[in-house]
């Protein structure tokens, strides 16, 4: 009898911890990144790192830390990447999950995961190679690595994301709500956007986010495909640099424990804030929305 | 690219030839079983070398150690690009034996290495020539060192300012990891890059970039442009160099230019061993020095070391 309750107590001790491991790694490695990236405002001036457009610790002259124009970039890319992922990811959900027949449904199944699987180096070369000359073409520039060539890739990585989890959320739809919109006389247009949608509407807003999060993070595809120019972006037409770029290119020669070093932990809890701000936006709609709801 | 896969497939050997460490280790831990029973006796074991760092090295460190590697079956080399900083960090925190390097360590990575307990020797093994180059329809042929500077701090922006057409110009280079674009910068520009710059992950993206762009110019280890018969690879045009207004015009195509100092942007090619090397990657780097080696080096595209390089070198007593 004790046995039993001693047993008890250490599965709940056990699954207690794995519980909470995530929260304490999650803690660890804000605070971390936060107290070295702290270190950077010893020497920095914090209004010339938020607000200075130039980023260039290894300068000829005076270094400069500024990192506006990343933020911009970073944003940029990810706005880009969204727009052409979210219309298209929904609408492929949409039919995969409502109206393909199950042959069809079972053929672009994996093909999508297939998508997915391609590694991102790979597609960064795509980039330089093929869409990168392909946007210089149609747009009349002498280069194509920039901040769109950037988005449409991006766009392709998230896709995946953004059509699997919507079309779980879509498919989880209760039959019910279609039947009786169908007994009211509405089309199957009307019923998908206008029932079926809104209904999987917590779950498509979580597939955007976890498609966003894919496209802020993502390194080696824009590191190669939007040329990584210093200068802020004026336009989708103009190279850009995003911070996980920077990180990737500095972080492997920075002399230990220079302002530069702690500069680098900074961006990464700016980072680490801007995918944190997406997550907690995303909450509060899902749970605002699932509020008026019921 | 081409140094992305070589980097992948050389990370791949390396993890295999690990493997065959392990499987060696076994093997010899066997052996000397087997020869403890008395029954054989063997020699066995392989030396394995990591050297790591510049991307403008890579295929040439590459090459020389595949030769070298056939000579010597009992030798492995492992031979990884990512920039010679990445190389320089690598050797400061022991975890390569040979750093490749385009540029001299800096004064603040000498200290670190030494607070690491590491003692850089730098050897020199190959002369680099930048090479400018440019979009094959562009029609420059010929650009002064003053010029190039101009361009490369973003003071010139238009081809037409300088006898070409009205084009945007624009401007491919490394990142600040390589040592490239720390010699150019220091070499040639002489001031901060134009803030336009592409900072491109490679030289071979650069001169991918530049074919695709009929506006591009870009500098480049002048390996990445000739091919094996040394002749320049298509949609690629290698510009001439003006020291001063009056010298005439030179390419870096003729070797004999960049031996005599004539084509004015060259530098020596390091590599940065722990102390004086000792062993097989001593042996290597002799081989490297050897006229064979200095000879493989004439016919991947870069040139032979100076005299007075080669003298440094002797001087450390690695070659006679």
Same mark, same amino acid.
């Given at each position: 009898?004790?046995?039993? $309750? &001693? *047993? @008890? ?7 207690? %911890?794995? /519980? =909470?491991?995530? #929260? ?78 199950? $042959? &069809? *449904? @079972? ?7 297939? %998508?997915? /699987? =391609?590694?991102? #180096? ?93 496209? =802020? ?78 | ?320």
């Amino acid at each position: 009898m004790n046995f039993k $309750k &001693i *047993r @008890e107590k250490g599965v709940y001790l056990f699954f207690f %911890l794995t /519980g =909470i491991s995530v #929260v304490v790694l999650l803690t660890g490695i804000f605070l971390m990144l936060f107290f070295n990236g702290l270190k950077t405002f010893r020497d920095v001036r914090f209004i010339d790192f938020f607000f200075g457009t130039i980023w260039n610790p290894s300068a000829y002259g005076e270094p400069s830390y500024g990192i506006l124009s990343m933020v911009v970039s970073t944003f940029m890319v990810t706005l880009g990447a969204m727009l052409i992922a979210i219309p298209l990811g929904i609408g492929t959900a949409a039919y995969i999950a409502d109206i393909a027949s199950p $042959k &069809i *449904r @079972e053929t672009l199944k994996p093909i999508i995961e297939i %998508l997915a /699987g =391609i590694p991102s #180096v790979a597609i960064g070369f795509l980039g330089i190679v093929l869409l990168g000359p392909l946007v210089a073409r149609t747009f009349g520039l002498s280069s194509g690595l920039n901040a769109l060539n950037g988005s449409i890739l991006l766009a392709v990585m998230s896709l995946p994301t953004i059509i699997s989890v919507s079309e779980d959320a879509i498919r989880a739809v209760p039959r019910d709500y279609k039947e009786a919109s169908y007994a009211l006389g509405a089309s199957r247009w009307t019923t998908l956007v206008r029932v079926t949608l809104p209904a999987a509407f917590s779950g498509i807003v979580a597939s955007v986010m976890l498609g966003i999060g894919r496209a =802020i993070g993502e390194t080696m595809t824009v590191l190669m495909a939007t040329g990584n120019a210093i200068a802020m972006p004026h336009g989708f037409f103009d190279s850009v640099r995003t911070i996980t770029a920077t990180i990737a290119i500095e972080l492997g020669e920075v002399p230990y424990g220079t302002a530069h070093y702690y500069a680098l932990f900074a961006i990464g809890a700016v980072l680490f804030l801007m995918s944190f701000g997406v997550n907690l936006v995303a909450e509060l709609v899902t749970a605002k929305y699932r509020e008026g709801k019921v | 690219m081409k140094t992305y896969l070589m980097d992948n497939l050389n990370t791949g050997a390396n993890s295999l030839r690990k493997l065959g460490q392990n499987f060696c280790c076994n093997g010899v831990f066997i052996l000397l079983c087997l020869s403890l029973l008395g029954c054989v006796k063997k020699e066995a074991g392989s030396v394995s070398i990591q050297t790591k760092g510049s991307d403008t090295e890579v295929n040439l460190v590459q090459r020389l150690s595949e030769v070298f590697m056939k000579k010597n079956p009992d030798v492995s080399i492992a031979v990884t690009g990512g920039g010679s900083g990445t190389g320089i960090a690598a050797l400061i925190n022991k975890q390569t034996d040979i750093a490749n390097s385009s540029r001299a360590m800096k004064d603040e990575e000498i200290r670190q290495a030494k607070d690491n307990g590491v003692e850089p020797v730098a050897i020199i093994f190959a002369t680099d020539g930048l090479a400018l180059i440019t979009n094959q329809s562009l029609p420059v042929e010929s650009l002064t060192l003053e010029k190039v500077a101009k361009i490369f701090k973003g003071e010139i922006n238009n081809w037409k300012e300088i006898g070409g057409l009205d084009l945007q110009i624009s401007l491919y280079g490394r990142q600040s990891n390589s040592g490239t674009y720390v010699f150019f910068r220091a070499a040639v520009v002489k001031g901060d890059y134009s803030q336009k710059m592409k900072m491109m992950n490679g030289t071979a993206q650069i001169v991918e970039a530049v074919k695709q762009d009929r506006a591009g110019i870009g500098y480049v280890g002048i390996g990445y442009v000739v091919d094996d018969q040394g002749k320049v690879i298509s949609g690629i045009n290698v510009l001439k160099i003006t020291k001063a207004v009056d010298s005439p015009p030179v390419s870096p195509l003729n070797p004999e230019n960049v031996k005599t100092g004539l084509y004015p942007i060259s530098r020596p090619l390091y590599q940065y061993t722990n102390g004086i090397p000792r062993g097989k990657i001593k042996e290597f780097i002799q081989f490297e020095l050897s006229p064979e080696g200095q000879n493989i080096i004439s016919l991947e595209g870069y040139y032979p070391v100076t005299l007075e390089h080669m003298e440094a070198n002797r001087r450390l007593g690695i070659i006679k």
